[in-house]
């Protein structure tokens, strides 16, 4: 796509992080690249990655040629979590130094993220939470000068 004001332009920032306690002891320090924004396309992905749907809507039995009465009606939305987690993650990164055991760099992919130990997501989740707020907090400092 060319590059327009009407469209995000695809800039990104690196940031530099530290699992301090991985399984061989080792610390480990390591990068990953990540978006300056996402585009509305991305965002709404992101959004609705874990959507599953709403059920309910047809629980309340109303007489024949009547609406159910509101309180009748019991929605439940449905949403996987973890699809959502991992989706916002997937969206955010475009490259990291993560080597597997004989230096070669991990595909970045959603199976990869899903197969990182705990605290090594938390670690990238946080960097990438900050930057999301650094990011908003920069939008609105531009807008309110």
Known sequence: M???IWCVKPVEDRIDLVWENPPDGDRRTFWIKVKRELTEGEKRGVM???WKGVSGLGSAKP???RAPKPEDVKPQIEIDWKAQAFARIYAWLTDWS???DEDKKLPL???TIEAFHSELFE???NAITKH???QEEAKNS???A
């Open 63 to 65: 007489e024949r040629g």
């Open 48 to 50: 609705t990655a874990g």
């Open 109 to 111: 992919t959603l199976e």
């Open 142 to 144: 531009r807008a309110g």
């Open 123 to 125: 670690i990238v989740e």
């Open 98 to 100: 993560l080597a597997d």
């Open 2 to 4: 060319a590059s327009s």
């Open 132 to 134: 999301m707020e650094a």
